[in-house]
């Protein structure tokens, strides 16, 4: 990298904004940057447009917890109505609360290595689907389970200081789909 | 550690048959369909010209057997889309150059910082007093008053490239391309606004007592 006269490739730029540069990578293309107006451009407008495509980590909790909430709404009205109508009603239902399916974990701040995921058995459930997702929602792995946990591929690759999200939904024999709901964890080293 | 290039750009970069790299193609982009309009969209120009831009990036990233693509370097640690979002933006100004031409650029061989906003900012941390450009500009400049912009801000220059490269980059940030402190945290990985301010503050002391140190007494000479 050339300090004044090459423009920042398209890469450096990227990491720059990830955080992904070393102390002295940062320091000298902060000093290019700092004398090209034409690459802080790049910077800033990157950086715009990818605050208004990437949902942030705080808008994904929300959203998170709105449907958490909802669901529990919707199981607490369910609930009622059964005890209203005093006869069994049969649904079709993706649900957390009522299903049993607990996640286990992991949960909180984390490290990389062995990191597996536990969860609740379903009573009657043929197979188990787990999603992880970044703090932008991206799918990161996904995979079918017929036990109870499993552990993340080697080949997979999160990042050191950043938050996921997991969800494990249960197909059961009777047709109906259970949700353990999200969960989250950080990943510290 | 590095992130793994997007299922859907290795099996593209993989493929073996044009059939796998056509349905890997499309997955990707559908994958980052609203990303590169985003990025389409974010200039002038209405519907039309978004599409126009949008089609233009698929066309250049397609370009090659994919060469853009494959400049993607997953050990870098950047997200994909991160990479594409710049690389998108830039095609879309490649675009633009290629309709209107290159705009123009500003030809300052020795334009370091816009030094009358840094003046403006040191004068408003030191106090109400005098400002010598202000007289320039409200009476006919006398030769002395500009003999001493002059000097001031060579002194200023002098002082402005002792800084280290951090600090030069937040006043391009906060006085040459007029960003709120928020924005400035963002982009170069500040907490929050106010360790924004607390640095311009002390890159701004640190300015002061160099200038006087050059024997500028306070910025309004």
Known sequence: MNDADEHMTDMLIASYLDRRMSDIERERFENHLAECPECRQAVIEAESLLKRVRPTWRVNKVVALIAAVL???????????????????????????????IAYGPSGEVTRSGLRFVWSPLAGAISYKILLVDASSLPVWSAAATDTSISLPATVALRTGENYLWVVDALASDGTTHSTGLHEFRVNR | MGAAAPFELSQLLRAVDSSSQQAAWEDLIARHTRLLLAVSRSFNGGHDEAMERYTYILDKLREDDFRRLRTFD???????????????????????????????ESAQPNRIYPLRSIRRALADSIGPEVDVERVIDEQSPSLIAQTVVVERDEALRAALVQLKSRERLLLALRYEDDLSAARIARIIGLPTPFHVYRQLNTILEKLRLSLESRGIEGVDG
Not at chain 1, 76 to 92: C, G, H, I, N
């Open chain 1, 71 to 101: 669901v529990l709404v919707a199981v607490d009205l369910k609930v009622q109505q059964r005890d209203d109508l005093s006869a069994p009603t049969t649904t079709r239902a993706t649900s957390t609360a009522d299903s049993g399916l």
């Open chain 2, 74 to 104: 997953e050990t870098s640690g950047a997200r994909f889309s991160t990479w594409l979002t710049v690389t998108a933006r830039r095609l879309c100004l490649d675009h633009l150059r290629a309709l209107y031409g290159r705009q123009r």
